[in-house]
T-cell receptor, first 106, second 113 residues
Framework: GENVEQHPSTLSVQEGDSAVIKCTYSDSASNYFPWYKQELGKRPQLIIDIRSNVGEKKDQRIAVTLNKTAKHFSLHITETQPEDSAVYFC?????FGSGTKLNVKP | DAGVIQSPRHEVTEMGQEVTLRCKPISGHNSLFWYRQTMMRGLELLIYFNNNVPIDDSGMPEDRFSAKMPNASFSTLKIQPSEPRDSAVYFCAIASGGAAEQYFGPGTRLTVT
């Protein structure tokens, strides 16, 4: 099956700074790459996704990039806020990375 | 909880007992997934169904785990016999296919003592 690797496992930034999370995948047939946010004690929820026919997608402070040749994709959060603190998961189709715990310090 | 109902929400059981977790999708999605989440192993895909048929069960840990989906509105994940290492949060999720947004249920927190 698919193998998704995610880095870093933890990320601490100052409020207002940018945060970047990177993922790689193994199966070149994967064509859907969602990102989920999970707050403590809650279920994962989709924040943004990208399909293989698109290289970049943006939604307000969140953007994702995809490099199909290199099989990697990234999540960029700009102007981070304390409420962005959570665990973020990347996925290739429905196979998840190990998660990144983002802490935004006020 | 719109989209997926899971029961029970919490389950505490003793080692060796049978555990059955239930998932009830509310809306009409044709794919259903079972995940297990632990601190050590993250969010692991156990099995997924498409149109009620198991497609990939390679993530099922061992023969102690089994899953069924008798119809589009109900699925079960059974552990028999349970072991302490099965303690985790088990999520059910639904989607309209394998390349679509997943909607997660609230999860079942299982503790095996």
């Amino acid at each position: 099956g698919e193998n998704v690797e995610q880095h870093p496992s933890t990320l601490s930034v100052q409020e207002g700074d940018s945060a970047v999370i990177k993922c790689t995948y193994s199966d070149s047939a994967s064509n859907y790459f969602p990102w989920y946010k999970q707050e403590l004690g809650k279920r994962p929820q989709l924040i943004i996704d990208i399909r293989s026919n698109v290289g970049e997608k943006k939604d307000q402070r969140i953007a994702v990039t995809l490099n199909k040749t290199a099989k990697h994709f990234s999540l960029h959060i700009t102007e981070t806020q304390p409420e962005d603190s959570a665990v973020y998961f990347c996925a290739a189709q429905f196979y998840f990375g190990s998660g990144t715990k983002l802490n935004v310090k006020p | 909880d719109a989209g997926v109902i899971q029961s029970p929400r919490h389950e505490v059981t003793e080692m060796g007992q049978e555990v059955t977790l239930r998932c009830k999708p509310i809306s009409g999605h044709n794919s259903l997934f079972w995940y297990r989440q632990t601190m050590m192993r993250g969010l692991e895909l156990l099995i997924y169904f498409n149109n009620n048929v198991p497609i990939d069960d390679s993530g099922m840990p061992e023969d102690r785990f089994s899953a069924k989906m008798p119809n589009a509105s109900f699925s079960t994940l059974k552990i028999q016999p349970s072991e302490p290492r099965d303690s985790a949060v088990y999520f059910c999720a639904i989607a309209s296919g394998g390349a679509a947004e997943q909607y997660f249920g609230p999860g079942t927190r299982l503790t095996v003592t």
